[in-house]
T-cell receptor, first 112, second 112 residues
Framework: EDKVVQSPLSLVVHEGDTVTLNCSYEVTNFRSLLWYKQEKKAPTFLFMLTSSGIEKKSGRLSSILDKKELFSILNITATQTGDSAVYLCAPISSGSARQLTFGSGTQLTVLP | EAQVTQNPRYLITVTGKKLTVTCSQNMNHEYMSWYRQDPGLGLRQIYYSMNVEVTDKGDVPEGYKVSRKEKRNFPLILESPSPNQTSLYFC???????????FGQGTRLTVV
């Protein structure tokens, strides 16, 4: 059974802080991993990671995938109140029509 | 504009009264899924579909039905809704290959 664990479940920081969100996974035939940001609406796409290494979305957001150790991290530097959201990770399996298995998410709150 | 459209956005209904939540995508995507989102549980897959007339159960299919008669539409049917189906529902679609999933706006369902 596919398994995705995100940590921490919740995080409260102040503007300007740097945060690291974790995602570990166990899926068969792993192909790629997606990160989403969810504010009070539908999840919006941030990153897709296929190879081990670093993928940058913007100057403040970056993500690393380690296919050997089966985890990914999402880093946000110089956080802003607009970064407050739930961050979801979802590995994709090849050959599996089940598509995405989501973690329970990390609730990030950035205080002014 | 590429999008996934769900209707209705909000629905309050009574126990046992059949309802359908519609989902339509205009991207010619093969894969479509339904998720429910509950506090602390993340996004859990209800049903998914690989293509027309091909559907299968996700993690929490009990109490739900789906159909995929056309590629663009993937309605979610609750034959006899119960209060434990009160939740936020998302439809998502994705094309073949390593592509992101696109989400609908969500349907907040309350069953009393």
């Amino acid at each position: 059974e596919d398994k995705v664990v995100q940590s921490p479940l919740s995080l409260v920081v102040h503007e300007g802080d740097t945060v690291t969100l974790n995602c570990s996974y166990e899926v068969t035939n792993f192909r790629s991993l997606l990160w989403y940001k969810q504010e009070k609406k539908a999840p919006t796409f941030l990153f897709m990671l296929t190879s081990s290494g670093i993928e940058k979305k913007s100057g403040r957001l970056s993500s690393i995938l380690d296919k050997k150790e089966l985890f990914s991290i999402l880093n946000i530097t110089a956080t802003q109140t607009g970064d407050s959201a739930v961050y979801l990770c979802a590995p994709i399996s090849s050959g599996s029509a089940r598509q995405l298995t989501f973690g329970s998410g990390t609730q990030l709150t950035v205080l002014p | 504009e590429a999008q996934v459209t769900q209707n209705p956005r909000y629905l309050i209904t009574v126990t046992g009264k059949k309802l359908t939540v519609t989902c339509s995508q205009n991207m010619n995507h093969e894969y479509m899924s339904w998720y429910r989102q509950d506090p602390g549980l993340g996004l859990r897959q209800i049903y998914y579909s690989m293509n027309v007339e091909v559907t299968d159960k996700g993690d929490v299919p009990e109490g739900y039905k789906v159909s995929r008669k056309e590629k663009r539409n993937f309605p979610l049917i609750l034959e006899s809704p119960s209060p434990n189906q009160t939740s936020l529902y998302f439809c998502a679609s994705r094309g073949q290959g390593l592509m992101e999933a696109f989400f609908g706006q969500g349907t907040r369902l309350t069953v009393v």
